[in-house]
Protein backbone atom coordinates (compact mmCIF):
# COMPACT_ATOMS: atom_id res chain seq x y z
CA UNK A 1 0.00 0.00 0.00
CA UNK A 2 1.88 3.16 -1.17
CA UNK A 3 0.03 5.61 1.37
CA UNK A 4 -1.58 4.64 4.93
CA UNK A 5 -4.94 3.46 5.28
CA UNK A 6 -5.96 6.90 7.52
CA UNK A 7 -4.05 8.61 4.14
CA UNK A 8 -6.33 6.78 1.67
CA UNK A 9 -9.41 7.14 3.84
CA UNK A 10 -8.99 10.92 4.11
CA UNK A 11 -8.68 10.78 0.21
CA UNK A 12 -11.78 9.57 -0.42
CA UNK A 13 -14.03 10.94 2.44
CA UNK A 14 -12.98 14.13 0.34
CA UNK A 15 -14.25 13.19 -2.49
CA UNK A 16 -17.37 11.45 -1.86
CA UNK A 17 -20.19 13.72 -2.78
CA UNK A 18 -18.65 13.47 -6.53
CA UNK A 19 -17.38 9.93 -6.81
CA UNK A 20 -20.29 8.67 -8.47
CA UNK A 21 -20.23 11.52 -11.14
CA UNK A 22 -16.60 10.96 -11.98
CA UNK A 23 -17.12 7.08 -12.45
CA UNK A 24 -18.00 7.74 -16.18
CA UNK A 25 -15.57 5.71 -18.12
CA UNK A 26 -16.38 3.07 -20.11
CA UNK A 27 -14.84 0.26 -18.21
CA UNK A 28 -15.37 0.92 -15.16
CA UNK A 29 -19.70 0.84 -16.05
CA UNK A 30 -19.06 -2.37 -17.49
CA UNK A 31 -16.63 -3.66 -14.31
CA UNK A 32 -19.73 -3.12 -12.01
CA UNK A 33 -22.32 -4.73 -14.50
CA UNK A 34 -19.95 -7.84 -14.61
CA UNK A 35 -19.51 -8.09 -10.65
CA UNK A 36 -23.30 -7.83 -10.54
CA UNK A 37 -24.07 -10.25 -12.83
CA UNK A 38 -21.40 -12.79 -11.59
CA UNK A 39 -22.29 -11.86 -8.02
CA UNK A 40 -25.73 -13.52 -8.86
CA UNK A 41 -27.48 -13.90 -5.06
CA UNK A 42 -30.42 -15.68 -3.99
CA UNK A 43 -33.02 -14.32 -1.65
CA UNK A 44 -30.97 -16.69 0.65
CA UNK A 45 -27.65 -15.30 0.15
CA UNK A 46 -26.14 -12.78 2.31
CA UNK A 47 -23.13 -10.77 0.33
CA UNK A 48 -20.07 -8.56 1.27
CA UNK A 49 -19.07 -5.58 -0.49
CA UNK A 50 -15.52 -5.19 0.82
CA UNK A 51 -14.58 -1.53 0.05
CA UNK A 52 -18.21 -0.80 -0.50
CA UNK A 53 -17.34 3.00 -1.43
CA UNK A 54 -21.06 4.92 -1.90
CA UNK A 55 -22.55 1.32 -2.38
CA UNK A 56 -22.88 1.26 -6.01
CA UNK A 57 -22.88 -2.57 -5.91
CA UNK A 58 -24.29 -3.29 -2.48
CA UNK A 59 -27.22 -1.51 -3.76
CA UNK A 60 -27.55 -2.83 -6.74
CA UNK A 61 -27.01 -6.65 -5.21
CA UNK A 62 -29.63 -5.48 -2.29
CA UNK A 63 -33.08 -6.14 -4.34
CA UNK A 64 -32.26 -9.87 -4.81
CA UNK A 65 -30.27 -10.74 -1.36
CA UNK A 66 -31.14 -11.84 2.00
CA UNK A 67 -29.05 -8.55 2.88
CA UNK A 68 -25.66 -6.67 2.06
CA UNK A 69 -22.67 -6.29 4.49
CA UNK A 70 -20.79 -2.75 2.96
CA UNK A 71 -17.58 -2.07 4.21
CA UNK A 72 -15.42 0.57 3.87
CA UNK A 73 -12.69 3.22 5.48
CA UNK A 74 -13.91 5.84 4.32
CA UNK A 75 -16.80 7.60 6.65
CA UNK A 76 -17.80 9.99 3.38
CA UNK A 77 -18.27 6.97 1.34
CA UNK A 78 -19.81 5.38 3.52
CA UNK A 79 -22.59 8.20 4.43
CA UNK A 80 -23.20 8.48 1.06
CA UNK A 81 -24.06 4.77 0.66
CA UNK A 82 -26.55 5.05 3.84
CA UNK A 83 -27.93 8.41 2.00
CA UNK A 84 -28.78 6.58 -1.16
CA UNK A 85 -29.90 3.48 0.61
CA UNK A 86 -32.42 5.58 2.48
CA UNK A 87 -33.37 7.55 -0.43
CA UNK A 88 -34.34 4.15 -2.28
CA UNK A 89 -35.86 2.62 0.99
CA UNK A 90 -33.02 -0.43 0.84
CA UNK A 91 -33.52 -1.45 4.40
CA UNK A 92 -31.14 -4.91 3.59
CA UNK A 93 -28.02 -3.30 3.77
CA UNK A 94 -25.85 -2.30 6.48
CA UNK A 95 -22.73 0.03 5.65
CA UNK A 96 -20.35 0.02 8.11
CA UNK A 97 -16.30 0.59 8.75
CA UNK A 98 -14.18 -2.29 7.68
CA UNK A 99 -10.77 -3.38 5.78
CA UNK A 100 -10.05 -5.56 3.80
CA UNK A 101 -7.81 -7.67 5.64
CA UNK A 102 -10.66 -7.03 8.87
CA UNK A 103 -14.02 -7.10 7.36
CA UNK A 104 -15.32 -6.45 10.85
CA UNK A 105 -18.35 -9.34 9.85
CA UNK A 106 -19.44 -11.17 12.86
CA UNK A 107 -18.30 -14.28 13.34
CA UNK A 108 -21.58 -15.78 13.43
CA UNK A 109 -22.70 -14.43 10.28
CA UNK A 110 -22.75 -17.03 7.76
CA UNK A 111 -20.93 -15.24 4.36
CA UNK A 112 -22.27 -16.83 1.06
CA UNK A 113 -20.94 -13.88 -1.42
CA UNK A 114 -18.07 -11.72 -1.61
CA UNK A 115 -17.75 -9.02 -3.94
CA UNK A 116 -15.32 -6.21 -4.45
CA UNK A 117 -15.07 -3.32 -7.68
CA UNK A 118 -12.18 -0.77 -7.90
CA UNK A 119 -10.78 -1.12 -4.58
CA UNK A 120 -8.32 -3.72 -3.90
CA UNK A 121 -5.52 -2.26 -6.50
CA UNK A 122 -4.71 0.18 -3.44
CA UNK A 123 -3.19 -2.77 -1.76
CA UNK A 124 0.27 -4.05 -2.59
CA UNK A 125 0.62 -7.69 -3.82
CA UNK A 126 1.37 -9.52 -0.08
CA UNK A 127 -1.26 -7.14 0.78
CA UNK A 128 -4.09 -8.79 -2.20
CA UNK A 129 -2.71 -12.20 -1.05
CA UNK A 130 -3.34 -11.40 2.46
CA UNK A 131 -6.98 -10.31 2.04
CA UNK A 132 -8.18 -13.62 0.11
CA UNK A 133 -6.80 -15.64 2.69
CA UNK A 134 -9.40 -13.47 4.89
CA UNK A 135 -12.00 -13.92 2.42
CA UNK A 136 -11.20 -17.74 2.10
CA UNK A 137 -11.74 -17.74 6.00
CA UNK A 138 -15.32 -16.73 5.46
CA UNK A 139 -15.87 -19.42 3.21
CA UNK A 140 -17.85 -18.03 0.83
CA UNK A 141 -19.34 -19.60 -1.80
CA UNK A 142 -18.46 -17.08 -4.61
CA UNK A 143 -16.23 -14.22 -4.88
CA UNK A 144 -16.28 -11.87 -7.63
CA UNK A 145 -13.92 -9.41 -8.53
CA UNK A 146 -13.63 -6.11 -10.77
CA UNK A 147 -10.41 -3.88 -10.43
CA UNK A 148 -7.54 -2.77 -12.07
CA UNK A 149 -5.33 -5.48 -13.11
CA UNK A 150 -2.99 -6.16 -15.65
CA UNK A 151 -3.96 -8.54 -18.66
CA UNK A 152 -0.26 -7.73 -20.56
CA UNK A 153 2.68 -4.97 -20.22
CA UNK A 154 0.84 -1.47 -19.28
CA UNK A 155 1.78 1.32 -21.13
CA UNK A 156 3.34 3.74 -19.15
CA UNK A 157 2.07 6.31 -21.19
CA UNK A 158 -1.60 5.68 -20.45
CA UNK A 159 -2.16 4.28 -17.38
CA UNK A 160 -5.73 3.62 -16.33
CA UNK A 161 -4.87 4.23 -12.45
CA UNK A 162 -2.64 6.40 -10.85
CA UNK A 163 0.84 5.42 -10.20
CA UNK A 164 0.83 7.54 -7.30
CA UNK A 165 -1.28 5.94 -4.85
CA UNK A 166 -2.69 2.37 -6.84
CA UNK A 167 -0.94 -0.86 -6.62
CA UNK A 168 -2.46 -2.78 -9.50
CA UNK A 169 -1.41 -6.59 -9.95
CA UNK A 170 -0.92 -8.77 -12.97
CA UNK A 171 -4.29 -11.10 -13.98
CA UNK A 172 -1.74 -14.08 -12.97
CA UNK A 173 -0.41 -12.90 -9.33
CA UNK A 174 -4.38 -13.07 -8.59
CA UNK A 175 -5.13 -16.20 -10.31
CA UNK A 176 -2.47 -17.62 -8.21
CA UNK A 177 -3.11 -16.00 -4.98
CA UNK A 178 -6.91 -17.20 -5.48
CA UNK A 179 -6.30 -20.78 -6.05
CA UNK A 180 -3.59 -21.27 -3.15
CA UNK A 181 -6.60 -20.10 -0.64
CA UNK A 182 -8.63 -22.81 -2.26
CA UNK A 183 -10.65 -21.43 -4.88
CA UNK A 184 -11.11 -22.43 -8.70
CA UNK A 185 -11.26 -19.29 -10.91
CA UNK A 186 -14.38 -20.33 -12.77
CA UNK A 187 -14.23 -16.91 -15.18
CA UNK A 188 -11.87 -13.96 -16.38
CA UNK A 189 -13.36 -11.38 -18.25
CA UNK A 190 -10.81 -8.49 -18.99
CA UNK A 191 -12.90 -4.99 -20.41
CA UNK A 192 -9.69 -3.43 -20.89
CA UNK A 193 -6.15 -4.19 -21.19
CA UNK A 194 -5.75 -2.57 -17.11
CA UNK A 195 -9.17 -3.95 -15.89
CA UNK A 196 -11.06 -7.13 -15.60
CA UNK A 197 -13.15 -8.94 -13.48
CA UNK A 198 -12.21 -12.54 -11.96
CA UNK A 199 -14.97 -14.88 -10.69
CA UNK A 200 -13.60 -17.76 -8.04
CA UNK A 201 -15.51 -20.42 -6.55
CA UNK A 202 -15.30 -22.53 -3.35
CA UNK A 203 -13.22 -25.85 -4.54
CA UNK A 204 -15.37 -28.33 -3.27
CA UNK A 205 -13.82 -30.80 -0.84
CA UNK A 206 -12.02 -33.66 -2.40
CA UNK A 207 -13.22 -37.51 -1.94
CA UNK A 208 -11.17 -39.45 -0.03
Not at 82 to 109: L, S
Amino acid sequence: MKKTLEEHADRFSDIASDYDDSQDSEAYRACVSLVVHYADPSEDDTVLDLGTGTGAIALALAPDAKRVVGRDISEGMLEQARTKAAEVGIDNVEFGDGRFRDPNVDDAEDIDIVVSNFAMHHLSDEEKRETIEVIADLEPERFVLGDVMFFGEPNPDEPFYSPEVDDPSTVGYLADALTDAGFVLTAVEAVHEQVGVLVAERAPPVDK
